[in-house]
């Protein structure tokens, strides 16, 4: 049974707006702190943390539950890039996140250190999905997440290119915040049904790249 099928038609997509800070420490490296908050967006739930020192990329990074800070229920590690310029950022990497489950989840992209970082395939629950960009326009947009049950490399592709047969609806999509709002917010959304654990895990991947692209918009 497709994992699309397990969801509740009845229940609400579950949205979270996000928010970036930035601090600089003494030693000249970069903080950063990203916050997930409720759907009124008072409340913060979630928060990652990570930082960097000059040009080098973002490599690891903690996520928190707010309420047990400073415990991260969820560690992420991203595979080293060589960066050259502010382009590295909108490359794609691999991302593996350790939670509360025996084995960490590994997210691999069709076409190594290639713009954009989309598509990025996984398994959890031994059902297959992939992150599609959000707006092919703007690398930018949180990924849009949908679910597939084979895929094939590209006739002709020299570079990776894959396809897929990806279910239309998507799991979880999002969109810039309103103007009023700083730069570096967004607000994402989750189809509802989808189990808390697996939405975390969810969230901290795209938390996580939204960082990485924030280091190019210094």
Known sequence: MPYIDMLDPLQPPVTYHLHRTREWTTSGSRRYLYSA?????KYSLYMLECSHRGDNQVTEADFYRVAEFPTPCISVM???????????AYKSRCIHLRGPFSQPIKEYPDRQQKIPWSPRRFT???????????DPHDDLMPESLYEYSKDWAKPGSRTGKRLDDAKPKRLVWGERAK????????????????????????????????VCMFTAME
């Open 37 to 41: 908050r409720e759907y009124s967006d």
């Open 78 to 88: 991203l595979s080293g890039i060589e960066k050259k310029d502010g382009s590295a």
């Open 124 to 134: 959890y629950g031994g059902r297959r999905f992939v992150w599609k960009p959000g």
């Open 179 to 210: 103007p009023s709002k700083p730069l570096g917010s967004y607000t994402i959304h989750f189809a509802g049904g989808i189990d808390q654990v697996f939405r975390e895990l969810l969230l901290a991947s795209q938390m996580v790249r939204q």
